[in-house]
């Protein structure tokens, strides 16, 4: 919990609900949709996009090997 990291939560839940949080919100997703994000996970490494957690193994081996 927050509270047990000394988080207060006054202003925990005043930086949640602030229009900061929103905005970052909205140009996040705004960015993802230009890059052609489809869903999530979506992850994208090199600019090789992956779709799905069935894709983690195939981007595991992407990491590892520097590309296929």
Do not use: H, N
């Not at 839940?13 to 919100?25: P, V």
């Not at 997703?29 to 052609?36: E, P, S």
């Amino acid at each position: 919990m927050a509270a047990q990291q000394g988080v207060d939560r006054v202003t925990l839940s005043e930086a949640l609900a602030g229009a900061a949080l929103k905005q970052r919100l909205k140009s996040e997703c705004d960015a993802a949709l230009a890059r052609g994000v489809c869903g999530s996970p979506y992850m994208i490494v090199d600019g090789e996009p992956f779709f799905g957690v069935d894709r983690l193994p195939q981007m595991d081996r992407w990491l590892t090997s520097g590309g296929f």
